[in-house]
Nanobody, 124 residues
Framework: QVQLVESGGGLVQAGGSLRLSCAASGRTFSNYAMGWFRQAPGKEREFVAA????????YYADSVKGRFTISRDNAKNTVYLQMNSLKPEDTAVYYC?????????????????WGQGTQVTVSS
């Protein structure tokens, strides 16, 4: 098992930026893919972005492509989500997740460990 702790959420105006961080401990961080998901009030959790174990591959939801960037620092056991040009519809609780495998996937079932979430609120 791996323990995940997100940080960096907050309140920002539309058009602004935030960077989320997720610190991992436990399992060897560099062996598995990492992902970000989000859940808005009254909606199901949805995939945002994922990165492979060595950061060779990334994958984004269409709704965030070109605005969000996922990255990882295996030396620091940390994955990041840089969010630019934020929109009110990006408002959600954002969750970091550790993959079961090393390759990039978007299916939540392929992620075995989850953080507690961090709130991102974008005002119009």
């Amino acid at each position: 098992q791996v323990q995940l702790v997100e940080s960096g959420g907050g309140l920002v105006q539309a058009g602004g930026s935030l960077r989320l961080s997720c610190a991992a401990s436990g399992r060897t961080f560099s062996n598995y893919a990492m992902g970000w998901f989000r859940q808005a009030p009254g909606k199901e959790r949805e995939f945002v972005a994922a990165i492979s174990w060595r950061a060779y591959s990334t994958y984004y939801a269409d709704s965030v492509k070109g605005r969000f960037t996922i990255s990882r620092d295996n030396a620091k056991n940390t994955v990041y989500l840089q969010m630019n040009s934020l929109k009110p519809e990006d408002t959600a609780v954002y969750y970091c997740a550790a993959g079961i495998y090393g390759s990039v996937v978007s299916d939540a079932a392929a992620f075995g460990s989850w953080g507690q979430g961090t709130q991102v609120t974008v005002s119009s």
